[in-house]
């Protein structure tokens, strides 16, 4: 079964600055993908970066990028520049390359940006 | 472009009822998944349709669940007879389902409460 784990239930960054969420997961497939979606106080969950397992680069969309560390099963996303906008829940989540496209999801992280 | 639209976005109901939550996907996609939202499990799979047949529903958590898909534009998850501890937010998500691990665009939610 995959899991996926994300210790820091809560971070906080001051605006302007920048921040990193941790997320490592578990599974013993080769090809997958990983995703990091975004929940704002509105619950609606946006999608932030996608990284594709048998890639090497990471993965980066404006001021999101993501360290992913295939063999220590380690999936983090960096914001730069924090706005106040990007105050939300960030979910790290996995999915498998067969089979059902399931999304397995972290637990969250809650960041929120300091004016 | 529309993205997935769900109704209601809140309903509030008495144990025993009968709740219908309703999703419509992107245009054009052939996936749709329902998931569930709640403090104590976090974000979990309910069902999966592909091409409107379910797929994957080994996530319903016990009978008084069901889902439907009778056109590729519509879905409905049904709660009956509801009860409290289903109270959550239902998140319906749609992804073009040509093959291969996809990115799935969530809806908006539906916040459930069952007194």
């Known amino acids: 079964a995959q899991t996926v784990t994300q210790s820091q239930p809560e971070m906080s960054v001051q605006e302007a600055e920048t921040v990193t969420l941790s997320c490592t997961y578990d599974?013993?497939?080769?090809?997958?993908?990983l995703f990091w979606y975004k929940q704002p106080p509105s619950r609606q969950m946006i999608l932030v970066i996608r990284q594709e397992a048998y890639k090497q680069q990471n993965a980066t969309e404006n001021r999101f990028s993501v360290n992913f560390q295939k063999a220590a099963k380690s999936f983090s996303l960096k914001i730069s520049d924090s706005q106040l906008g990007d105050t939300a829940m960030y979910f790290c989540a996995f999915m498998p390359s067969f089979g059902a496209n399931n999304l397995f999801f972290g637990t969250g992280t809650r960041l929120t940006v300091i004016p | 472009d529309a993205g997935v639209i769900q109704s209601p976005r809140h309903e509030v109901t008495e144990m025993g009822q009968e709740v219908t939550l309703r999703c419509k996907p992107i245009?054009?996609?052939?996936?749709l998944f329902w998931y569930r939202q709640t403090m104590m499990r976090g974000l979990e799979l309910l069902i999966y349709?592909?091409?409107?047949?379910?797929?994957?529903d080994s996530g319903m958590p016990e009978d008084r669940f069901s889902a439907k898909m009778p056109n590729a534009s519509f879905s409905t998850l049904k709660i009956q007879p509801s009860e409290p501890r289903d109270s959550a937010v239902y998140f319906c998500?749609?992804?073009?389902?040509?093959?291969?691990?996809?990115?799935?665009?969530f809806g908006p939610g539906t916040r459930l409460l069952v007194l």
């Open positions: 599974t013993s497939e080769s090809n997958y993908y």
């Open positions: 245009s054009g996609h052939n996936s």
């Open positions: 998500a749609s992804s073009p389902g040509t093959g291969g691990a996809e990115t799935q665009y």
């Open positions: 349709f592909n091409n409107n047949v379910p797929i994957d």
